[in-house]
């Protein structure tokens, strides 16, 4: 007779969270959200600046992508990251009061859905899907894009 709790056990040993897939069942907004999380924060700017173009996250993220190596010159890179950081200011203090970013979860699809759960609740104005998405990622890492936007580079923005 085997003992359950062994068994249990030598369950969560063989686990390796590594290889675990997405479930087949996520929202393909969460995956997008995933991939903005990973952009540099001069990107996420940009993709947040492009909104107000076209507010359609994935062709927002490939249009900025497409900016910044030249490819399709409407805005310049620069241009789009100024026009991000002036929704990120204008945003910022309405995302704040909808509360206190608490400790991080350790999936970053949760992180997203908390972000996104947050910002239902906080006075934007009328935004789309791209802006949304963008000030969510912005939220996520709102250190880092309040560094960036503290630094040398943006001083004149």
Known sequence: MSDPLYEAALELDAYDPRFSFTPIDEPAFTEIGVMLMG?????????????????????????????????????????????????????????????????????????????MRLLAYCDLGDVGPATLAHLAACRLRQDEIDRYDRSPLTSGI
């Open 39 to 115: 952009l540099d924060a001069d990107r996420l700017l940009a993709g947040l600046g492009m909104a107000a173009l076209a507010d359609d996250p994935a062709q927002v993220a490939l249009a900025v992508d497409r900016v910044r190596h030249g490819v399709t010159a409407v805005l310049g890179f620069d241009a789009l990251v100024e026009a991000g950081l002036h929704r990120w200011r204008s945003a910022r203090g309405a995302i704040e009061a909808a509360g206190a970013q608490g400790p991080a979860p350790v999936s970053l699809r949760r992180a997203w859905d908390q972000a």
